[in-house]
């Protein structure tokens, strides 16, 4: 029997009254919350905003959720989108209140609040303060949000249908893109390779659009930021993440520096796989291990709450949790979305889990990663909405944290073979946080400086980006088969309001390795300090939530021990890969 998520611990049915009056409640809300910008500035107003915001922030997530969760699994389902548009037009609506409330909320003496409950909120209202500098008159915020819809959402829809809509020619028999992007993964080394030709090729009839839609966006975020005020879209990114530009030059300088040890195991591959001038991309997740695994789903989830608990009692309790209250929806099937994700509703404490289960330990591990998530949002239910919002870097931690848990469970378990291919599948994946990640960050510093000067043609972008590979992958990878292309179809180029969607996965692998060295050396004790740790990240820099566990992030050496935990990991596969053959 197929396993469904449920979603009636939100609302009943998009037709319900309960959902009906939920969306108009926030409608009302926001009407309501914009008169504050006309009250008297005391202790008493604030508190009253805050609580309506949090409220209504809750009713938000609540509503767009219940439709977006739908949409997820029913993804041609009119009815639904329609919705989903419309909830999009009423945040937008929004906007212009929100700007004139940010600026309010600017104008009090925070250092003169006496209320406890809003001294809760006292930074999430300075950094209001701080950003509100950035802020334009209401009538630009207004005018920005409007254009918006027609300009960078516009660009990026497109480049979406276009990317959808691609399909790509094996052997006279067409495929949707996302099935052929899997067969980078596929067993069949002739299969990975067609499928990378016909890939590469396939983007050639849709080139000139995708090229257009990153150029327009790109330059809205350059136009936007200057207009703003901000010194580089950089620098927004970084005040949008609560870093530090040190903490940032620290990290890619260490990836920068740990890119030859990823070549060697590339070089490595490369020379099992019998090529002497290094791998070619198609060849990048092939595996020389042939262990097959095959988990039901049930096994699965025995399997990961059993790991879990060997941290702690709570996270282990988590993840039965879930299972058992129906959280996750496990099978592939028509009109879902591919990949996974999870989504935390904070509204009624709880969380819900995208998977396509197919039974591999790869989607143990996902399931796990996703979890991860999950407990997250869980150690954050406790705070105030407001308070519970973290920042993109933060985001990929406690999932990394939970998939390294069950990763090292199942190679200590693993038979030879097994943890060969558990490893090697886990420096693949560390390879593309670290070195592809750090080409991709190369490609869009790049693309920004050159972008300044005017639209770049098709033929510059794909430049840059084979610059940025060679740089990163050095000699581990055949220069004469790397991916022009790898602009066109990775959505995070395409956030217009988040540039460098890139450095935060490298930021969280990271970290997460530095956190689980600390659990190794600490035993159970850190469980509690781990907990704390996530409860913070809604309220702090980061700089601050990792000194609560006594890490600096400014200090080289600990994103550098990181990576020495990674280089251990490489030695037990070179090791493994020397008995097995
Ligand atoms: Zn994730």
Redesign the pocket.
């Known amino acids: 029997m197929e396993k469904l998520w449920s979603l009636k611990e939100l609302y009943s049915s998009i037709e319900g009254e309960d959902f009906k009056h939920d969306f108009n409640e926030i409608k009302t809300i926001m009407t309501e919350l914009g008169t504050y910008v006309n009250k008297e500035k005391n202790d008493q107003v604030l508190h009253n905003y805050l609580v309506k915001t949090n409220e209504l922030n809750d009713l938000i997530e609540k509503v767009y959720c219940f439709v977006n969760l739908q949409m997820n699994v029913d993804t041609t389902n009119q009815e639904i989108i329609k919705l989903y548009n419309q909830i999009g037009d009423l945040l937008a609506s929004f906007a212009e209140d929100s700007a004139k409330l940010s600026r309010w909320v600017g104008e009090f003496d925070l250092d003169q609040i006496q209320d406890p409950y809003c001294l809760e909120h006292l930074y999430i209202l300075k950094e209001m303060k701080d950003v509100n500098k950035y802020l334009l008159s209401d009538q630009s915020e207004a005018l920005l949000a409007k254009m918006k819809m027609t300009g960078s959402s516009a660009w990026q829809q497109y480049k979406d249908q276009l990317i959808s809509g691609l399909t790509v020619t094996i052997d006279e028999k067409e495929y949707p893109l996302t099935e052929v992007l899997n067969m980078a993964y596929s067993k069949d080394a002739d299969e990975r390779k067609k499928a990378y030709y016909a890939e590469v090729d396939a983007y050639k009839s849709i080139e000139n659009g995708v090229a257009s839609a990153l150029n327009a966006i790109k330059g809205e975020a350059l136009t936007v930021t200057e207009m703003r005020g901000y010194d580089s879209v950089l620098q927004r990114t970084l005040i949008d993440s609560r870093m530090t530009q040190k903490t940032l030059d620290v990290l890619i300088k260490t990836m920068q520096k740990a890119c030859p040890l990823f070549q060697d195991f590339y070089k490595l591959k490369a020379k099992k796989l019998g090529y002497s001038n290094g791998l070619p991309w198609y060849d990048m997740y092939a595996n020389l291990s042939n262990a097959k695994s095959d988990y039901t789903y049930e096994e699965a989830a025995l399997f990961i709450e059993k790991q879990f608990s060997s941290f702690s009692e709570t996270l282990g309790q988590y993840a039965r949790n879930a299972v058992e209250k129906n959280w996750v929806d496990v099978e592939p099937r028509a009109g879902k979305v591919g990949g996974a994700?999870?989504s935390n509703l904070h509204s009624i404490k709880e969380s819900r889990f995208l998977l396509n289960f197919g039974g591999d330990i790869s989607d143990v591990i996902t399931m796990a990663?996703?979890l991860g998530?999950g407990f997250h949002g869980h150690c954050l239910n406790e705070e105030y909405s407001l308070n519970a919002q973290y920042p993109m870097p933060i985001?990929?931690t406690a999932?990394t944290f939970c998939e390294t848990i069950v990763k090292k469970a199942a190679i200590k378990e693993g038979t030879n073979e097994e943890k060969c291919l558990i490893l090697e599948n886990e420096l693949s994946d560390s390879s593309q946080v670290i070195v592809d990640i750090y080409s991709r960050f190369l490609f869009e510093s790049r693309f920004f400086e050159k972008r300044k000067d005017g639209p770049l043609s098709v033929e510059e972008i794909k430049e840059l980006m084979v610059e940025a590979q060679k740089e990163a992958y050095g000699d581990g990878l055949d220069h004469n088969v790397l991916h022009p292309y790898m602009w066109t179809w990775k959505p995070h180029y395409y956030e217009a309001d988040y540039a460098f969607y890139n450095f935060p996965y490298a930021f969280g692998l990271l970290l997460a390795k530095g956190l689980y060295g600390m659990y190794l050396k600490e035993g159970a004790s850190f469980a509690k300090k781990y907990e704390q740790f996530l409860s913070l990240t809604g309220k702090n820099d980061l700089v601050d939530v990792a000194k609560s566990v006594g890490i600096d992030l400014e200090d080289e050496s600990f994103w550098q021990n990181s990576i020495d935990m990674i280089k251990q990991d490489l030695n037990e596969y070179y090791q493994l890969v020397e008995t097995m053959s």
Do not use: G, I, N, R
Request: hydrophobic residues 25%.
């Open positions: 994700f999870c990663h996703e998530h985001a990929e999932s």
